[in-house]
């Protein structure tokens, strides 16, 4: 009975830990850290990678990175390790792409900062330590521009111990818009406004899903 009793756990063991892994070819890479995959029954499902955050689009080294990862997976077969849900609905995973650890060799190359608040793999903190002290990747830039992009989302990018003019003047553009107000959807005119607020003035907030489209709502 015992016997039984141990075969039966570890299959069932054994079942949850292949219904943890989806395969699947990469199909979409929206930034540094969030891909689209294809499995075999032509199921979409949106991936955020786990452990690690990439910067920005907006922000420096941002399309470095979303570059970083598409060169490490797109149209190339991924396995996920699924650890997650994120409240955007996405499949929070570690990547694999021909044995290559996805979310490490990013921390590795410098093209990601490892996530703190969600980190569950502590070695990822060495593999940043050593990518900082190599000066590889966004550790190459000038300490200024390195803000980890969690605190950029939250409009860290206004708040420098010697605030640069140029982030905060009322400096208005040939397209009539302007940063001196910090805007959320509901006070934006048209799509155009909202990439305007979203791309030159750095405001986070208006894509909430991180997918490079502000407002959603103007900007189907």
Not at 58 to 78: I, M, V
């Amino acid at each position: 009975m015992k016997r039984l009793l141990l075969a039966c756990t570890t299959l069932l063991i054994m079942t949850a830990a292949h219904a943890a892994e989806i395969t699947g070819r990469v199909v979409g890479v929206s930034d540094g850290d969030t891909l689209t995959l294809l499995t075999a029954e032509k199921q979409q499902i949106k991936v955020r990678l786990s452990s690690i955050d990439t910067p920005e689009k907006a922000q420096p080294y941002g399309q470095k990175s979303r570059q970083a990862l598409a060169d490490l997976t797109f149209q190339k077969q991924a396995v996920l390790d699924v650890q997650d849900r994120d409240r955007y609905g996405r499949t929070v995973a570690r990547v694999h792409v021909d044995g290559v650890d996805v979310n490490r060799k990013l921390v590795e190359s410098g093209a990601a900062w490892v996530y703190r608040q969600y980190n569950r793999d502590q070695s990822l903190l060495q593999a940043e330590a050593e990518a900082k002290a190599a000066k590889r990747g966004l550790w190459a830039l000038p300490e200024a521009e390195r803000m980890p992009p969690w605190e950029w989302r939250r409009g860290g990018q206004l708040a420098t111990s010697n605030p640069r003019p140029v982030l905060v003047a009322d400096n208005s553009d040939a397209s009539g818009f302007s940063c001196s107000v910090r805007k959320n959807c509901g006070q934006m005119s048209s799509c155009a406004e909202a990439r305007y607020h979203l791309e030159t003035c750095g405001n986070g907030r208006l894509d909430r899903d991180n997918d490079g489209v502000p407002c959603e709502t103007l900007c189907e």
